[in-house]
Nanobody, 125 residues
């Protein structure tokens, strides 16, 4: 079992930055790939970014590529999402999720076994 708790959301201004954190419980955090997804009102949950266990391999959606950086600190059982150049369309609930070793397509939500409760990000123009 992995429990995930997101933090760092809030109100941001267009052009600004936010850093989201996701703290994981358990001793096996380093064995999971981690991902960030988001869901805007009235829209489906969409992939934002993912990072493999080692922290070296990362993936980004086209909508955030160049503006977001995902990173992890396995010693702290934490994964981060830095979002720069915020846009109003970044407004959403952001979720972190954990995928066991071996899951190939980290852009698919069905490949994740554990999810956090989400943190709201609201970007004003």
């Amino acid at each position: 079992q992995v429990q995930l708790v997101e933090s760092g959301g809030g109100l941001g201004q267009a052009g600004g930055s936010l850093r989201l954190s996701c703290a994981a419980s358990g001793r096996t955090f380093s064995s999971y790939s981690m991902g960030w997804f988001r869901q805007a009102p009235g829209k489906e949950r969409e992939f934002v970014a993912a990072i493999r266990r080692s922290g070296v391999i990362t993936y980004y959606s086209d909508s955030v590529k160049g503006r977001c950086t995902i990173s992890r600190d396995n010693a702290k059982n934490t994964v981060y999402l830095q979002v720069n150049s915020l846009k109003p369309e970044d407004t959403a609930v952001y979720y972190c999720a954990a995928a066991p070793e071996g899951r190939i397509r980290l852009s698919l939500s069905r490949n994740y076994d554990y999810w956090g409760q989400g943190t709201q990000v609201t970007v004003s123009s």
